[in-house]
């Protein structure tokens, strides 16, 4: 088999067990929170996203690596973990709080399809032993990311809970 086939399997294998654990353990315990509370936990996970700078650094990725995806994939990577830090930082600046929050999630998933997108267009499979040491990156921590990411829209575009909806109901009837 050869490497970008290896590559694709985990790509693809990298959701299964997330998914799993996800749906078993995360996701009821996400549904049941406080919106606040729960997205302070999906923040919490993405603030370690400066993590990503390390596609950048010489030695820690391969030469061959193209420069365009390790940038990008590196900054928005970045990016995306400064405004989840800045998020936990404002939680009791409500307004404040909750725009930080669409913004790293819109930014955090738009870097991801991104990535996705370019890793497509240079051939990343076919290069994937250029990504050395941050291998696991893709094929383990990526898959989570994006499942949270789905998690927090759904989050914040829910419906709210039975109480909240008859006091907002009862006084567009008055």
Partial sequence: ???????????????????????????????????????????????????????????????????????????GDFATGVLAMLALLTVRMQALFWLLVVAFNLVGAADILIDYYHGVQFDLPALSGQLAATYWIPIIYVPLLMITHFAAFYLLVRSWPEPIRSLTGDAAAS
């Fill in 1 to 75: 088999m050869s490497p970008a086939t290896v590559f694709q399997i985990h790509l693809v294998l990298g959701y299964v067990p997330w998914l799993l654990w996800f749906g078993a353990y995360v996701w009821p315990r996400l549904k049941s929170m406080d919106r606040v509370e729960a997205q302070r936990a999906i923040a919490t996970l993405h603030s370690f996203r400066f993590f990503g700078l390390v596609f950048i650094i010489p030695g820690v990725v391969g030469p061959n690596l193209p420069v365009d995806f390790a940038e990008f994939a590196a900054y």
